[in-house]
């Protein structure tokens, strides 16, 4: 048996560049819930939990419990503690209990575990029927939420710049997104495949959403984190996929630094090599290929990308050039596939400065 070990990273929905924002130009108040965020998401980046997989990609991608697919979650609070997992309040099955962050939660977990299932028929995270569990609560005002390979983990924000991070269906989706992500390529969370990773997990977060709302790809915002802005904030959320760099443009947050083309790809040593950042590249690729195809887009678009994440091609270190070839790739060969949708794909990234042959 080949055993893989892999380093995970804590992936958080909110980059530290936009914290450090806040502790530039932010009040005192801000300052200082920036400051414990940072302090957070830096001792878990520090410790990044070390888990060994049992088995390699390839050998992950087509095994299948044998048991029907069923949820199985579990929400606990920290209790405005930074101790994981905290103490149990609702599991699987029982009623809601009153606490809006754990009911928000635990109905997240479940749109975004039958999203997975119903478009793509895969059962859970690692489609082995993985339980959801989640801890809200966390932290004194803590602005952010994330995933850190074992659980979902939620602030309550500050109630000033930021609300509740259970409050956003996409951000639930998107974090749980790095999952799937993690458990079929395992992208290196630096540079290029950093960024792609951090795009999946925007597409199955905002796919996840447009599903619970019924949407078109015409009819959605396209936005990342709506609602986790206060009013106070100039912004509508934390990326655009249909825009990028359009997200917000605010006086303590600064402006969003997305961009949606090549050829204003950010280089930089902050932020993993910019994940969060050129993460908006493919972004905006995967909107107009939605868009060109038309229809729900997790039908169609979405499933040419998922297919294409689970493509024994698409590794540790795939780039954005590279993930695009195989996009085309898969499109000409989906059931039912057109010419047309093949177009659409190689159209969209060449929009954003990648062709693909």
Known sequence: MCTR?????????????????????GSTAQKAAANRALGIDTTFRTMRVRLAVAQPVAARRSRRLAMPPSRQRSIHTAGNSETLPGRLV????QGPSGDIAVDEAYDALGYTFDFFLEAYRRNSI????????????????????????????????????????????DVIGHELGHGVTEDEAALVYMQQP?????SLSDVWG?????????????????????????????????????????AYDDPVLGKDRQPGHMDDYVDTM??????????GIPNRAFY????????????????IWYDALRDARVTETTKFADFAAVTVDVAGRLPGAKKAEVKAVAEAWKQVGIPTG
């Not at 609702?90 to 099955?93: C, D, L, T, Y």
């Not at 107009?288 to 499933?303: C, F, H, V």
Request: proline residues 2%.
């Open 90 to 93: 609702r599991a699987e099955g």
């Open 206 to 246: 905002s796919l996840a959403k447009q599903w619970v709302l019924k949407q078109t790809a015409d009819e959605a915002d396209w936005i990342i984190g709506g609602g986790l802005f206060t009013a106070k904030v100039q912004g509508v959320g934390l990326r655009s996929m249909k825009a990028p760099g359009t």
């Open 288 to 303: 107009l290929a939605a868009t060109a195809i038309g229809g729900n887009a997790w039908e169609r678009a979405g499933r």
């Open 5 to 25: 070990h892999h380093r995970h990273s804590i992936f958080c929905i909110l980059p530290p560049y936009m914290l450090r924002a806040i502790l530039a130009n």
């Open 126 to 169: 690692d489609d082995d029927g993985m339980a959801l569990d989640a801890t809200v609560h966390y932290g004194e005002d803590y602005n952010n939420a994330f995933w850190n390979g074992q659980r979902m983990v939620f602030g309550d924000g500050d109630g000033d710049l930021f609300n509740r991070f259970t409050a956003s269906l």
């Open 194 to 198: 950093g960024a792609l990773n951090e």
């Open 270 to 279: 902050q932020d993993n090599g910019g994940v969060h950042i050129n993460s």
